[in-house]
């Protein structure tokens, strides 16, 4: 499948060690290690080109991809996983409550839901949980269970560098409420608790420490807009407030959608 040009964004290091190579409808991000390149989410099918060409615009090779972590089980994030462990061998993981649906087990990739035919599958190398430590070469990334979006979507955090200065860089890897409707949940079986278990991870994010806010899709951390501001001074993607400012507005979504519903009854 060609590169969409239209949705493409210009690929950049936003940290020291994490660049963005991912386009305008899902984030993909390549975290450097010592031991290759660690590929967090692999975007809708069809964008494998583009990630291939955007790693190549900063240097750096999908050959040299090592291991894939999955921020959540849905299309967007794992489309070309299979491909590229086809074509380097890399270790997938992905969070214990998704697991069984990047196999094909449970059909909840929302592939179905876009209109898209099912993504290709795969069986994780590797599963995660609750406050693991994944370690690839030099590079430590823990991670926490913050279901919602799905029952095994996980926030990360990576320890990064910024003009050789240390610096935490997260991600929540879900925050869409289309999967945390009540039309949606009920017609497919989930329990409407989600959307509690959503709320409490929120919360138990926000006090964490954040410098640099990475954004499961580009829009959530305005990463067009900061990158047009790269280089007049400064790293836009640094700001300390961002995170508990975006864990908030996650949370004032989530009690509009619930007024709503309430309203609508
Ligand atoms: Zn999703």
């Known amino acids: 499948m060609p590169v969409d040009r239209d949705n493409a964004i210009r690929p950049a290091m936003l940290t020291d060690d994490i660049a963005f190579v991912g386009d305008r409808s899902v984030s993909v991000h390549a975290i450097l290690s010592n031991e290759g390149i660690v590929l967090l989410d ?10 291939g060409e955007s790693l190549k ?3 750096l090779s999908l050959a040299d991809v090592t291991a894939v972590i999955h921020t959540h089980g849905h299309i967007d994030h794992f489309g070309n996983t299979a491909a590229i462990v086809r074509l380097t061998g890399a270790r997938t993981c992905i969070g214990r409550e998704d697991a069984d649906i990047v ?3 449970r ?3 929302w592939a179905k839901e876009l209109g898209l035919p099912p993504a290709e599958t795969f069986t994780p190398a590797a599963v995660f949980s609750d406050g693991d430590v994944l370690t690839f070469g030099d590079r430590r990334i823990r991670v926490v269970h913050a279901p919602g979006h799905t029952e095994g979507t996980y926030a ?3 320890e990064t560098k910024v003009g050789g200065i240390p610096a935490t860089a997260a991600m929540h890897g879900g925050v869409g409420l289309n999967s945390m409707t009540r039309a949606f949940l009920c017609s497919r079986g989930l329990p409407l608790s989600l959307r509690d278990d959503f709320r409490r991870g929120l919360r138990k994010l926000a006090p964490e420490k954040v410098d640099v806010v990475l954004g499961n899709h580009p829009q959530q951390n305005d990463t ?5 501001r790269m280089g007049n001074g400064g790293n836009p993607f640094v700001d300390p407030t961002e995170w508990k400012r975006f864990l908030r507005a996650c949370e004032e979504g989530l009690d509009r ?3 709503e519903e309430e309203k609508s009854e």
């Open 57 to 59: 615009a900063l240097g």
């Open 103 to 105: 196999t094909g087990e």
């Open 224 to 228: 067009e807009g900061k990158l047009s």
């Open 156 to 158: 990360f955090f990576i």
């Open 257 to 259: 959608m619930l007024a």
């Open 107 to 109: 059909d909840l990739s």
């Open 42 to 51: 692999t975007g809708f099918p069809g964008m494998l080109e583009g990630i």
